[in-house]
């Protein structure tokens, strides 16, 4: 099945600075691939997800990559506030799976004053 | 806005016990999903109800099943609980067209003692 590999596991920033979190996955059907932010308390919510026939997509400032021939995307955020902290999950759909997704293991990304 | 109400929040069991989760997506959503999250495995598919019936499901035991109704919501059970079925279980509503991406509702945290 589907392995979704997330790094880094924590993530500590500057107010301003960017951040950068990167998914691997194993599936080469795999072609719809979502980034969720969870605040404390709440269930995961869409940030942005990116197409297997799409190469990059932004939305303000995050921006999504995807590289296929190497199996990776990374999130991108630019500007980071304080309110950007939060846990962060890669997830990845493949095409023989449904709507079933594997997520990435998550990433804390803590953005300091 | 995640379109999905889930029932109670909050809940706590004895090992032994069975107990019954409830989701609603919002008007229209006949597709929705399971997921289980802990810390030590993170987020994992449990299962996948579309018009009643279920598509897909996920590595876990049978003592966790689910069911949808004609009206879109869905239920959760899972029989004879352990301690490690403490976890925040999500439900999320899938998009009917497009890329299908899926928005979850806060999540039900069963606590089991």
């Known amino acids: 099945g589907e392995n979704v590999e997330q790094h880094p596991s924590t993530l500590s920033v500057q107010e301003g600075d960017s951040a950068v979190i990167k998914c691997t996955y194993s599936d080469s059907a795999s072609n719809y691939f979502p980034w969720y932010k969870q605040e404390l308390g709440k269930g995961p919510q869409l940030i942005i997800d990116?197409?297997?026939?799409?190469g990059e997509k932004k939305d303000q400032r995050i921006a999504v990559t995807l590289n296929k021939t190497a199996k990776h995307f990374s999130l991108h955020i630019t500007e980071t506030q304080p309110e950007d902290s939060a846990v962060y999950f890669c997830?990845?759909?493949?095409?023989?799976?449904?709507?079933?997704?594997?997520f990435g293991t998550g990433t804390q990304l803590k953005v300091e004053l | 806005k995640a379109g999905v109400t889930q029932t109670p929040r909050y809940l706590i069991k004895t090992r032994g016990q069975q107990v019954t989760l409830s989701c609603s997506p919002i008007s229209g959503h006949r597709s929705v999903s399971w997921y289980q999250q802990t810390p030590g495995q993170g987020l994992q598919f449990l299962f996948e109800?579309?018009?009643?019936?279920?598509?897909n499901k996920g590595n876990f035991p049978g003592r966790f099943s689910g069911r949808q109704f004609s009206n879109s919501r869905s239920e959760m059970n899972v029989s004879t609980l352990e301690l490690g079925d403490s976890a925040l279980y999500l439900c999320?509503?899938?998009?009917?067209?497009?890329?299908?991406?899926?928005?979850f509702g806060p999540g039900t945290r069963l606590t089991v003692t």
């Open positions: 109800y579309f018009s009643e019936t279920q598509r």
């Open positions: 990116i197409r297997s026939n799409v």
């Open positions: 997830a990845a759909r493949s095409t023989g799976g449904g709507n079933k997704l594997t």
């Open positions: 999320a509503r899938v998009d009917r067209e497009g890329v299908r991406e899926q928005y």
